[in-house]
């Protein structure tokens, strides 16, 4: 049976706009520290570089990305590495990258860096890029030097892990994290290939400053690119769960054990907290004095189902469907 979702854009709109506070101070906080001074770092070390490898999630490969990145970093050759295929649905791969090339990105690469899916291609495509065109002073240099960048949580540093392990047989190099803000400077140099001699340069997430819309900052947050704090866990399964209902993604269902497809998510939070035994004291103030009671966890609740999306249990899934 069909489930026509409720029309829930304009709350969760307005929502949004209240609890994450789009361009105002809690975002603004957040973003002048590591990210304004990474972004000024990266620019910094562009006379070091070679060749840019920007990260995005392929759940969102034609949303979210950071404008800040082509107006800051210049004319370098660049590399777009879609990751975490394995929880992207790519039945339109090819509609993805004809969108793609209509902005100019030419060289696209999907990959999965936890299992090392397509990460082999990174290397030669890297190679050939900066054999065709112009290395300026770095000319008389037989090493390649490439910056990793992308908004924060898209697999930047399992990239760099996962190409050591594919051409040097070593293990991990940089700190990986679920959430953003695990690299929080630009790193030394790492190796990641002995021929050609490549390193790359590990920087941390920066998102921009302004999010260009409601919708996209949903997406990003869905995708674990925005603390969950910021949006509310809530507000954010609020969303996902308009998500999975529009595209007929009912997985959730059978996970959680529910007798159907519901789009009211106080009544799936409710019984996704009672099927995990989350549940909380909280003191009613009545007419003969205080009493406790027994309340589900919708915190608690909102958190696993959040969780249950992000790991792929809930299936693969493109965010981007109404843009495609």
Not at 26 to 43: E, I, S
Not at 49 to 59: L, M
Not at 228 to 238: K, N, P, Q, R, W
Not at 295 to 317: E, I
Request: charged letters at 25%.
């Amino acid at each position: 049976m069909k489930l026509f979702p409720r029309l829930w854009c304009d709350a969760a709109r307005a929502a949004w706009r209240e609890s994450f506070a789009l361009g105002g101070r809690d975002v603004a906080r957040w973003f002048p520290g590591h990210m304004a001074k990474g972004l000024k770092r990266m620019q910094s070390s562009l006379k070091l570089v070679d060749c840019i490898i920007e990260v995005h999630d392929a759940r969102i490969p034609l949303s979210g990305r950071n404008p800040l990145f082509q107006e800051t970093l210049g004319l370098k050759p660049h590399l777009l590495v879609l990751n975490k295929m394995d929880l992207a649905d790519l039945k339109e791969q090819q509609k993805i990258i004809h969108h793609l090339e209509g902005e100019g990105l030419k060289n696209v690469i999907f990959t999965n860096c936890v299992k090392d899916e397509n990460v082999k291609q990174i290397i030669p495509t890297v190679t050939e890029l900066i054999g065709s065109s112009y290395r300026y002073h770095r000319g008389e240099n037989v090493e390649y030097c490439i910056m990793v960048i992308g908004v924060p949580n898209v697999g930047k540093s399992s990239l760099i892990n996962s190409l050591r392990r594919q051409h040097l047989r070593k293990g991990k190099a940089t700190r990986v994290g679920g959430e953003p803000g695990v690299t929080r400077a630009v790193m030394s140099r790492i190796q990641v290939c002995e021929r050609p001699l490549m390193f790359l340069l590990d920087t941390p997430g920066v998102l921009a400053p302004q999010i260009q819309s409601v919708e996209t900052g949903l997406k990003l947050a869905l995708c674990g690119s925005v603390l969950d704090h910021l949006v509310g866990e809530e507000t954010l399964a609020d969303y996902l769960l308009y998500t999975l209902n529009r595209h007929q993604l009912l997985g959730y269902v059978q996970h959680y054990g529910l007798g159907g497809a519901c789009d009211d998510i106080t009544s799936v939070l409710k019984r996704v907290a009672v099927r995990l035994r989350k549940t909380q004291r909280v003191k009613v103030l009545t007419g003969t004095g205080d009493v406790t009671v027994i309340q589900p966890d919708y915190s608690a609740a909102a958190r696993d189902f959040l969780r249950a999306f992000r790991s792929g249990v809930l299936g693969r899934v493109m965010l981007d469907r109404d843009v495609l």
